[in-house]
T-cell receptor
C-alpha cells in the first residue's frame, strides 16, 4: 500500500526566514510526487512535481523540493518566506497516474 | 477563468436528507476525480471517471454514495440518507489523459455540514 507522512502538523516561521516542510513516502517503486498548497476557500494548487530525472525540482512561487530515494523523502523548501505563503501544504504521490494519495498536511503560519 | 467549478460551495443539511453536488471540469479534460477532505486530514480519493465510464471506486464510497458523469462532461455526486460523519469538503479534480501522469486540477470544493 502507498502512503505519505507529513510529520509536522503546524510550523511557524518568521517572514524572511527559510522554510523546510518534511514529507516521507512509502511506495514499492519510484512514485510521482507532488506538493500542493491550499488557502482558505481555495482549491488545491500544484506547487511542483517530480517524475524522474533531476532530483531537485523547481516550482512556482519560489519553492523547490528534493527527492531523496534513500530516505524516501521529498521535502519542500523556500529560502525566504513571505507572509502570503501562510497556508496548508500537502505532499502527495501517485504510482499509476490516477488517484492521488495525500499526506495529512502541514499548516504554515508566518509571523511578521 | 475556465478552471474546475463546483456547485454549491456550501451545503447544510439535516441528517437523513439526500444531497447532490455538481462538478464542471475543464472543458477538454476527459478524466474527472472526486475526493473527500475531513478536518485536519488530506484529501482522500473517492472515485474517478474516464469520459462517462466510472473506472475506480474507493471502499470509502459506501452504498449511500453514487457518482455519475452521464455525457462525459459534468459530474454529480449524490449522498443519500446523510450522516454526521459525511460532513466534509468534497473536492473535484479533472485532468487530460496524456498516457503517463495526468496533472489534476482541483476545484474550490463543496463544504457539506450535516446537522
Amino acid at each position: 500500500a502507498q502512503s505519505v507522512t507529513q510529520p509536522d502538523i503546524h510550523i511557524t516561521v518568521s517572514e524572511g526566514a527559510s522554510l523546510e516542510l518534511r514529507c516521507n513516502y512509502s511506495y514499492g517503486a519510484t512514485p510521482y510526487l507532488f506538493w500542493y498548497v491550499q488557502s482558505p476557500g481555495q482549491g488545491l494548487q500544484l506547487l511542483l512535481k517530480y517524475f524522474s530525472g533531476d532530483t531537485l525540482v523547481q516550482g512556482i512561487k519560489g519553492f523547490e523540493a528534493e527527492f531523496k530515494r534513500s530516505q524516501s523523502s521529498f521535502n519542500l523548501r523556500k529560502p525566504s518566506v513571505h507572509w502570503s505563503d501562510a497556508a496548508e501544504y500537502f505532499c502527495a504521490l501517485t504510482g499509476g497516474g490516477n488517484k492521488l494519495t495525500f499526506g495529512t498536511g502541514t499548516q504554515l503560519k508566518v509571523e511578521l | 477563468d475556465t478552471g474546475v467549478s463546483q456547485d454549491p460551495r456550501h451545503k447544510i443539511t439535516k441528517r437523513g436528507q439526500n444531497v447532490t453536488f455538481r462538478c464542471d471540469p475543464i472543458s477538454e479534460h476527459n478524466r474527472l476525480y472526486w475526493y473527500r477532505q475531513t478536518l485536519g486530514q488530506g484529501p482522500e480519493f473517492l472515485t474517478y471517471f474516464q469520459n462517462e465510464a466510472q473506472l475506480e471506486k474507493s471502499r470509502l464510497l459506501s452504498d449511500r454514495f453514487s457518482a455519475e458523469r452521464p455525457k462525459g462532461s459534468f459530474s454529480t455526486l449524490e449522498i443519500q440518507r446523510t450522516e454526521q460523519g459525511d460532513s466534509a469538503m468534497y473536492l473535484c479534480a479533472s485532468s487530460l489523459d496524456r498516457g503517463t501522469y495526468n496533472e489534476q486540477f482541483f476545484g474550490p470544493g463543496t463544504r457539506l455540514t450535516v446537522l
